[in-house]
């Protein structure tokens, strides 16, 4: 470098021989001894007495210093070599060479300071890169969190909605239920009712069939007089013909028809006996009269306001079956349309269940609560319907087997009073013997 631009480096200052330095290198030698423990500033700069060396950096440091070193080795004129600059350019020269480590070493520290800004700068912009990301993922969270929030909402007002219908729907029902309840009611009122005319139709009924009794017991009696005068007209014929020419004959055909009639007779008794009238044939004929006599006489025309009576209650009574059957239709109406209400609870309930377990609000389970204390006062009133049809079944069923039975009876007692009209009309008259 010394070869050059002619800077002197410390090789050829010791290699000069100078004039003694007393007065020139003095002050500079001292200010460099005095700066050499003193070359770091505040801030972290190298300062050779009054020369800042943080100036010396880049590719032209080494020339400047050496330039300044130079300066420093160059004096008035040159002298002949003195022991005590030879110290003090030895002394130089070691300051030079820890000058240029020190530069080196500002040198390192400041490529790694390069370094470390560099590594700071790229952090940093990562640092950013990733702040917006970041940003731009929080915004995009944000807008999802968003548009959650709103689906919630949505969801939430359906679910509303959907309670205020249930709400709406379950007040329907319950005042649909009420209503039939009511119905019921006035349903249960009227069977009672029909129940209690059909307790007096019965009533009538028997007394009807105990005056038809009676009436019977009147014919029966008629039949039992019919029957002696029949008697003592044979027994007259028989006295009459007894003396004439011809009597053997006539007393086997009187005794042939009073055989006859006989049977007759027994064959009448035998059907009174079923039908409940005491046999008068094996009493003395005078005991028959008078329990005859005291027995009044029946009209035809009073058989037949009976069998018309008869007829009638027959009528009364298809009625009574045709209401009955009207009653139990209607019954099963209400009944079908009580299963389609509890179908259409059960389904409700269903939904409620299902809105319950998606939302688990404290609306729906109060809703869900009150519609379990709905079912159960449903199921009680159901119980209690229930007990309330069966009692009407067997009452119905009841009066179904008395009205049966009736009509039997009725039945059998029209037949015996044909019977005994037939009797009256074939066998009540006889043709009078000629004087």
Same mark, same amino acid.
């Given at each position: ?15 000069v ?16 001894k ?7 500033s505040?801030?972290?700069?190298? *300062? ?30 040159? *002298? ?10 030895d ?8 000058v ?8 390192e ?10 590594? $700071? ?28 929030? /709103? ?7 359906? $679910? ?45 009924? *028997? ?34 013909f ?6 053997? /004959? ?56 009976q ?25 099963k109406?209400?009944e ?44 009680s ?10 009692a ?10 008395? *009205?049966e ?18 009797d ?12």
């Amino acid at each position: 470098m010394s070869s050059r631009d002619g800077t002197p480096t410390p090789t050829t200052i010791r290699q000069v021989v100078r004039a003694p330095m007393a007065p020139v290198w003095g002050p500079e030698v001292l200010a460099l001894k005095a700066n050499r423990h003193s070359c770091e500033s505040t801030d972290g700069s190298f *300062v050779v007495g009054t020369e800042d060396l943080s100036s010396f950096e880049g590719e032209e440091s080494d020339e400047k210093l050496l330039a300044l070193l130079g300066d420093l080795a160059l004096g008035a004129e040159e *002298v002949e070599e003195d022991p005590a600059a030879r110290v003090l350019l030895d002394e130089c020269g070691a300051l030079w060479e820890e000058v240029h480590m020190e530069a080196e070493a500002q040198r390192e520290m400041q490529c790694r300071l390069r370094r470390e800004l560099q590594h $700071l700068q790229d952090r940093s912009h990562w640092q950013h890169a990733e702040s917006g990301a970041f940003l731009q993922r929080l915004s995009v969270a944000r807008e999802a969190l968003a548009d959650k929030i /709103r689906e919630a909402s949505d969801e939430n007002e359906a $679910l509303r909605q959907r309670l205020r219908r249930h709400h709406t729907e379950e007040e329907r029902l319950r005042c649909g239920l009420a209503e039939d309840l009511r119905c019921l009611d006035a349903r249960a009122a009227e069977l009672r009712a029909a129940i209690f005319e059909t307790g007096q139709s019965q009533a009538e009924l *028997v007394e009807r069939l105990r005056a038809v009794t009676n009436t019977q017991a009147h014919l029966q009696a008629e039949l039992q007089q019919e029957r002696v005068k029949t008697w003592r007209q044979s027994t007259d014929v028989v006295m009459a013909f007894a003396g004439g020419k011809d009597g053997g /004959r006539e007393l086997e055909r009187e005794e042939a028809e009073r055989l006859l009639l006989e049977s007759q007779l027994t064959e009448v008794a035998s059907r009174a006996a079923a039908a409940g009238i005491p046999r008068l044939c094996d009493e003395e004929p005078e005991v028959a009269e008078a329990v005859l006599a005291a027995a009044d006489t029946v009209p035809f025309s009073t058989l037949q306001g009976q069998l018309d009576s008869f007829e009638e209650l027959r009528g009364a009574l298809e009625a009574l079956e045709g209401s009955c059957a009207l009653s139990t239709a209607q019954q099963k109406e209400e009944e079908e349309k009580l299963g389609a209400e509890q179908l259409e609870l059960s389904r409700l309930a269903e939904e409620m269940a299902t809105a319950e377990a998606a939302a688990q609000g404290p609306e729906l389970d109060q809703a869900s609560s009150l519609v379990s204390v709905l079912c159960g006062e449903l199921q009680s009133e159901q119980a209690v319907l229930r007990q309330e049809r069966e009692a009407a079944a067997r009452r119905r069923e009841l009066f179904r087997s008395q *009205v049966e039975q009736k009509r039997r009876e009725l039945a059998r007692l029209q037949d015996l009073n044909d019977k005994l009209v037939e009797d009256l009309n074939s066998k009540g008259c006889f043709k009078q013997r000629k004087p």
